[in-house]
């Protein structure tokens, strides 16, 4: 990019600074690159219709990303598809390692006994649905930049709708106000890539929707998105429903929190997913795909109940995106196993295994950086412990649990302090992986109405849908579904959109 000035500018002039935050605040609501506001925001009870939206954050300008990663990335998806639904094919390699965190992790623990529990009965649905995506951060090694993933997402993986939508904020921006900026950047010369995110996941819902086939009892079929209780990222969600109502699927949200009061469950050996209409009982839909924006930490399942509606849904004929075999292949724990180099102890490596042929295995592993158990027994587990608990080498570390949705890892100094307050016999429930430190970036952020300036740290995600059978492992349909690109300041160390630190972003590839 030849520009008089930086790409992307630090803008001074408080009058372009206002016009473009003015395009973007009116773009972003009439497109609905929205979330609802937080109490904080607007007040408590301020809002008791629920009628109030609020900008999304996001990025002034797309972050500049080399674009040999960002092909890297969407090309290798597939093959990432592919490991994790081999790996949720593989109960004895999940049930191995649940085992090895299941003594300080009471959550996974009891996620792995409603899938025992299903086993016993026996499954009635062996279609699985994926909708993956995989996080990474550009690592500069040298002078050669390489992908490295941050984490693998196989459940109620967000933003697939904001980002499509960020993107498309971007390309008008570059046509209507880049231009006008006083010393304009060259807007020709922005690579901004289509991102297809929110109907490359609507599809992936479509495909299994499909292959559900017809009710056998009568009933119409549909789509249940189950979600959390007063989700503030609802019009994230809703691009993914209007996406698959555009196709004509009926598609229904239901509150996790309420699964056993609206669905009942056709008897053994059926055990189709009944959804029944709250304010019209009598209308009865039959439960193709029961998508879960939901059940993904400890914090939905207050209850008993909460774990008897898991339960209900994964016994029954509905095809869950995910089972909870597909959500449990998601641990860390896997992925620090599958990072795992080969030893001539242990034979060849875990990837190996799951992707036997050379060339898919290499291009994923060349995406994995170091990651280490936290076990008393192994050597790369002792080794761990050293590195975790001495005050200097921490700071090059992440440690994190079995969890998902941002907020539960601890980093560099503050690791030995988490250990202490944990029985030694419990830090195998946790895994140590390196820091990835990106290439210093700097870009504007325009978050509640207010502009940060600063460097950032960008981290891409790439979508993926894979629907497979659980039996005989065929695969129906695998395909990369757009991306997400993430920012946050580059003091923060977690980047979740939905926790208040990161914002929305598109790739202006360089
Ligand atoms: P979660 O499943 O809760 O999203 P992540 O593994 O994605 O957990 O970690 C949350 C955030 O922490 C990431 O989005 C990233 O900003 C930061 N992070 C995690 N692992 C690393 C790493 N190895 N290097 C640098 N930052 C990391
Ligand atoms: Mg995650
Ligand atoms: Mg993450």
């Given at each position: 990019?030849?520009?008089?000035?930086?790409?992307?500018?630090?803008?001074?002039?408080?009058?372009?600074?206002?016009?473009?935050?003015?395009?973007?605040?009116?773009?972003?609501i009439?497109?609905?690159?929205a979330v609802r506001p937080p109490p904080a925001l607007v007040g408590q009870n301020q809002d008791p219709e629920g009628i109030l939206a609020i900008n999304a954050p996001?990025?002034?300008?797309?972050?500049?990303?080399?674009?040999?990663?960002?092909?890297?990335?969407?090309?290798?998806?597939?093959?990432?598809?592919?490991?994790?639904?081999?790996?949720?094919?593989?109960?004895?390699?999940?049930?191995?390692?649940?085992?090895?965190?299941?003594?300080?992790?009471?959550?996974?623990?009891?996620?792995?006994?409603?899938?025992?529990?299903?086993?016993?009965?026996?499954?009635?649905?062996?279609?699985?649905?994926?909708?993956?995506?995989?996080?990474?951060?550009?690592?500069?090694?040298?002078?050669?930049?390489?992908?490295?993933?941050?984490?693998?997402?196989?459940?109620?993986?967000?933003?697939?709708?904001?980002?499509?939508?960020?993107?498309?904020?971007?390309?008008?921006?570059?046509?209507?106000?880049?231009?006008?900026?006083?010393?304009?950047?060259?807007?020709?010369?922005?690579?901004?890539?289509?991102?297809?995110?929110?109907?490359?996941?609507?599809?992936?819902?479509?495909?299994?929707?499909?292959?559900?086939?017809?009710?056998?009892?009568?009933?119409?079929?549909?789509?249940?998105?189950?979600?959390?209780?007063g989700e503030r990222?609802i019009?994230?969600?809703?691009?993914?429903?209007?996406?698959?109502?555009?196709?004509?699927?009926?598609?229904?949200?239901?509150?996790?929190?309420?699964?056993?009061?609206?669905?009942?469950?056709?008897?053994?050996?059926?055990?189709?997913?009944?959804?029944?209409?709250?304010?019209?009982?009598?209308?009865?839909?039959?439960?193709?795909?029961?998508?879960?924006?939901?059940?993904?930490?400890?914090?939905?399942?207050?209850?008993?109940?909460?774990?008897?509606?898991?339960?209900?849904?994964?016994?029954?004929?509905?095809?869950?995106?995910?089972?909870?075999?597909?959500?449990?292949?998601?641990?860390?724990?896997?992925?620090?196993?599958?990072?795992?180099?080969?030893?001539?102890?242990?034979?060849?490596?875990?990837?190996?295994?799951?992707?036997?042929?050379?060339?898919?295995?290499?291009?994923?592993?060349?995406?994995?950086?170091?990651?280490?158990?936290?076990?008393?027994?192994?050597?790369?587990?002792?080794?761990?412990?050293?590195?975790?608990?001495?005050?200097?080498?921490?700071?090059?570390?992440?440690?994190?649990?079995?969890?998902?949705?941002?907020?539960?890892?601890?980093?560099?100094?503050?690791?030995?302090?988490?250990?202490?307050?944990?029985?030694?016999?419990?830090?195998?429930?946790?895994?140590?992986?390196?820091?990835?430190?990106?290439?210093?970036?700097?870009?504007?952020?325009?978050r509640q109405g207010k502009?940060?300036?600063?460097?950032?740290?960008?981290?891409?995600?790439?979508?993926?849908?894979?629907?497979?059978?659980?039996?005989?492992?065929?695969?129906?349909?695998?395909?990369?579904?757009?991306?997400?690109?993430?920012?946050?300041?580059?003091?923060?160390?977690?980047?979740?959109?939905?926790?208040g630190?990161?914002?929305?972003?598109?790739?202006?590839?360089?």
């Amino acid at each position: 990019m030849t520009s008089s000035r930086p790409y992307p500018p630090a803008l001074d002039a408080g009058l372009e600074k206002d016009r473009l935050s003015q395009t973007i605040k009116d773009w972003s609501i009439a497109n609905g690159l929205a979330v609802r506001p937080p109490p904080a925001l607007v007040g408590q009870n301020q809002d008791p219709e629920g009628i109030l939206a609020i900008n999304a954050p996001v990025t002034l300008f797309p972050s500049p990303f080399p674009k040999s990663c960002f092909e890297e990335a969407k090309a290798i998806q597939t093959s990432y598809n592919e490991l994790y639904s081999r790996i949720s094919q593989d109960e004895e390699f999940l049930g191995r390692l649940v085992q090895e965190v299941a003594g300080g992790d009471d959550f996974i623990a009891k996620l792995w006994d409603i899938h025992l529990k299903v086993k016993e009965e026996g499954y009635v649905q062996n279609l699985s649905l994926g909708l993956f995506r995989s996080d990474y951060m550009a690592h500069q090694d040298g002078a050669h930049l390489q992908i490295k993933q941050v984490e693998f997402n196989t459940i109620a993986s967000s933003f697939g709708g904001l980002s499509a939508q960020t993107s498309l904020l971007h390309q008008h921006l570059a046509q209507t106000e880049y231009p006008l900026l006083n010393d304009s950047i060259p807007t020709a010369s922005l690579n901004l890539p289509t991102n297809n995110s929110a109907q490359g996941l609507a599809a992936g819902l479509h495909a299994a929707y499909k292959a559900y086939g017809e009710s056998t009892l009568g009933h119409p079929t549909c789509v249940i998105f189950l979600v959390q209780d007063g989700e503030r990222n609802i019009f994230d969600q809703r691009h993914l429903e209007y996406a698959l109502q555009r196709s004509s699927v009926p598609v229904f949200r239901l509150p996790f929190s309420q699964v056993l009061t609206h669905t009942t469950l056709a008897p053994t050996p059926s055990r189709q997913l009944l959804y029944h209409l709250p304010h019209s009982p009598s209308k009865t839909f039959e439960v193709a795909v029961a998508y879960l924006r939901a059940g993904y930490g400890p914090g939905d399942y207050p209850s008993p109940s909460a774990w008897e509606a898991r339960h209900r849904v994964e016994r029954s004929l509905a095809i869950a995106c995910p089972t909870i075999l597909t959500q449990l292949a998601g641990m860390k724990k896997v992925q620090q196993v599958l990072a795992t180099p080969p030893t001539l102890a242990s034979g060849p490596s875990t990837l190996g295994k799951f992707v036997p042929d050379p060339a898919r295995s290499s291009a994923l592993w060349k995406t994995f950086t170091n990651i280490y158990p936290l076990d008393g027994e192994s050597a790369a587990g002792q080794e761990a412990r050293r590195l975790a608990t001495d005050p200097v080498e921490c700071q090059k570390y992440v440690m994190k649990p079995q969890r998902e949705g941002g907020g539960n890892n601890f980093y560099r100094g503050a690791i030995p302090e988490q250990l202490k307050t944990i029985p030694e016999e419990h830090w195998n429930s946790f895994i140590l992986m390196e820091l990835i430190t990106p290439p210093p970036l700097q870009n504007t952020i325009l978050r509640q109405g207010k502009l940060e300036q600063g460097g950032v740290i960008c981290e891409l995600g790439v979508y993926g849908t894979c629907l497979w059978d659980q039996e005989t492992g065929e695969v129906r349909h695998n395909e990369e579904a757009g991306y997400l690109l993430r920012t946050k300041g580059d003091q923060s160390e977690e980047g979740g959109v939905a926790a208040g630190f990161g914002c929305m972003d598109s790739v202006a590839l360089v």
